[in-house]
């Protein structure tokens, strides 16, 4: 059983104190080089991988013989533990809130999304070697360096990877009243450009194609893809056009984001969005549409349901009542689930208001979620 909160609380303060925004590069390596080296100390092969043009760091780790990789049929690893190591907080702020303990929740950047989560891995892994429970165990861990921009260089790695795996336990955080995620809606980005005609706002406005009303009418259709009977939504986030009050606009930009909860939604979706440019509206004016829905939605699988059965089971042992929700953000266990991979989410610590600046984590949960993950890995070996 985990009984050491305190250096839970030790390693905690040194990872959320340094800052690792999907931009700073080295400050992600500095996050993959901590958890590589304690985990290379209790035996796995742990290594720095730098994945795509960019270079994001990426850390891998893997423990055990497993199966035969000759054959494609028989999975390499019993489990993947998959995280990320970035933030969405800017470079510098960490100098404005370290890491910090506020009564019974623990604060600061990436204190819920998801650095919490990855220590949780950590120290259930140091646990089961500790307790000799790991020797029968074949594991991967992948923490990845770009999630919150969209795992862009690192998502074949994670496919790749999940593919090789039996189950896939993602670390993003636990839900208020452990609740986990069973799932969650997929999505992507859409950006409509209406391109118009300049000209004088008060002498020729009869000269000009208006970019702006050619967008406002593009938005009010795209609005109407909003449909709570499929779960599918489409929001229209950013607006920009126009740059001086007295000239009739030639550019106007609307970024959408779009979640959809069934998979039969994408087709639909995307062909609407890649048929917009055949229906302007202001003569003369034309729509451009960049994007795609890049993430499939994670849905609940018989496989992952006997997966969220033993979870509930573990916890009803230890005292806790655990359950599982719905959710419309995404995280990489869209991509494993979407593989035919049972994947459950949100096994991190409990915590809420991320990427916030209040975000946090509820302390009593550290050893709850340590000891509840740890007997949830021995029963499935």
Partial sequence: MFSNTDQFLKDFQTIVNIDSSSDHLPGIEAVARFFQQRLSAIGFKAEILFQGDTKVPCLQAVFGSGNSPDSEHIPEYDLMFLGHMDTVFPFGEVDKRQFSIQGDKALGPGVCDMKGGLLVVLHVLETLKKEGAMDKMSLCVAFNGDEETGSEASKEWIKGTAKKSRRVFVFEPCRPGYKMVSQRKGGGWFYVTATGKESHAGADPEKGINAVVELA????????????????????????????????PNKAVAS????????????????????????????????LVQGNIDRPPMEITPQSQALLDIIF??????????????????????FTSALGTPTIDGM?????????????????SIPVMVNLISNVCKNLM
């Fill in 217 to 248: 009418n593009q938005i009010v259709a795209i609005d109407a893809l909003n449909d709570p009977n499929t779960g599918t939504s489409a929001q229209v986030t950013v607006v920009a056009g126009g740059d001086k009050v007295n000239i009739i």
């Fill in 313 to 334: 089971l573990e916890g009803k042992k230890i005292g806790i009542n655990v359950s599982s929700i719905s959710t419309g953000g995404c995280s990489d266990g869209n």
């Fill in 348 to 364: 991190g610590l409990v915590g809420a208001n991320s990427h916030r600046q209040d975000e946090y984590v509820e302390l009593a």
């Fill in 256 to 287: 959408v984001d779009v979640r959809i909860e069934r998979l039969e939604e994408k087709q639909r979706v995307e062909t609407f969005f890649n048929t917009l440019c055949e229906r302007p509206v202001l003569p003369g004016s034309k729509i």
